[in-house]
């Protein structure tokens, strides 16, 4: 299929950093829409991925920073 750009866009993510392909799980891993649901199990620990396709994908989680920055100042 396609491949669509994506953002992320949050207060968590570092000022103007940009991202081509996560550290992992697997050494094919990529970013895409199952990186969502990947993210999720990895931030709230759930025991099991939903399939095989958000075990593969990125996690987003990676890309968060532990605090919120501050967004209001330029």
Known sequence: GGRVAGYLMSPY???GAVFQEPKG???T???DLSSISSTVKTLFS???FLT???A???S???LLLDE???VWRL
């Open 52 to 54: 095989k396709r958000d």
């Open 68 to 70: 919120l920055r501050d």
């Open 25 to 27: 799980p697997t050494n």
């Open 29 to 31: 891993s990529q970013f």
């Open 46 to 48: 759930l025991p099991n």
């Open 60 to 62: 987003f989680e990676e």
């Open 13 to 15: 993510i570092a000022k």
């Open 56 to 58: 593969w994908a990125g």
